[in-house]
T-cell receptor, first 115, second 114 residues
Framework: AQSVTQLDSHVSVSEGTPVLLRCNYSSSYSPSLFWYVQHPNKGLQLLLKYTSAATLVKGINGFEAEFKKSETSFHLTKPSAHMSDAAEYFCVVSDRRGSARQLTFGSGTQLTVLP | DSGVTQTPKHLITATGQRVTLRCSPRSGDLSVYWYQQSLDQGLQFLIQYYNGEERAKGNILERFSAQQFPDLHSELNLSSLELGDSALYFC?????????????FGEGSWLTVV
């Protein structure tokens, strides 16, 4: 069975400092991994995805994530936080169970950016 | 804009009532997923359809049902509503096999049961 653990429920950073949101996963198969962002009262927006190509994935708004199979991790980073990055971030693993492709969501990390 | 359209955006209804939430997937996407997001339970997978057929079922209550129509739009029907059904309901879509695994979400339908 697949599972996703977001290690921090809340992260606070100062504007201009690096962001690190941690995600560990378990999956029986070669998974696809995603990060989604949800701004208040908005839907889920795709930030980036890993689908077995390059292990370092670049996404929108300056975010990156590195797939580390040995550590079963897919941490999200950004060199310099911006106020507009304040939102909730979800790590998602997708793999196939039988004929269906299933998504499993992490519990989310709320990112606060301090001025 | 993800290309996934959900209506209505907001809905307030009374306990015991029935509502229908509608989802139009991205053009050509064959899979539709429904999720419920509530404050206490986070994002919960409800059900998935692929090209009109139910493909996977998650934590969907018996009072809830869904279907995907030939034009690929989907509806989620919620009946005998309870206060605890108040949540944000997301629809997501994905292209068919071989077209990548990216799933795109709509903006959600806010349901408030009073």
């Amino acid at each position: 069975a697949q599972s996703v653990t977001q290690l921090d429920s809340h992260v606070s950073v100062s504007e201009g400092t690096p962001v690190l949101l941690r995600c560990n996963y378990s999956s029986s198969y070669s998974p696809s991994l995603f990060w989604y962002v949800q701004h208040p009262n908005k839907g889920l927006q795709l930030l980036l995805k890993y689908t077995s190509a390059a292990t370092l994935v670049k996404g929108i708004n300056g975010f990156e994530a590195e797939f580390k199979k040995s550590e079963t991790s897919f941490h999200l980073t950004k060199p310099s936080a911006h106020m507009s990055d304040a939102a909730e971030y979800f790590c998602v693993v997708s793999d196939r169970r039988g004929s269906a492709r299933q998504l499993t969501f992490g519990s989310g990390t709320q990112l606060t950016v301090l001025p | 804009d993800s290309g996934v359209t959900q209506t209505p955006k907001h809905l307030i209804t009374a306990t015991g009532q029935r509502v229908t939430l509608r989802c139009s997937p991205r053009s050509g996407d064959l899979s539709v997923y429904w999720y419920q997001q509530s404050l206490d339970q986070g994002l919960q997978f409800l059900i998935q359809y692929y090209n009109g057929e139910e493909r996977a079922k998650g934590n969907i209550l018996e009072r809830f049902s869904a279907q995907q129509f030939p034009d690929l739009h989907s509806e989620l029907n919620l009946s005998s509503l309870e206060l605890g059904d108040s949540a944000l309901y997301f629809c997501a879509s994905r292209a068919g096999r071989g077209s990548g695994n990216t799933i795109y979400f709509g903006e959600g339908s806010w349901l408030t049961v009073v």
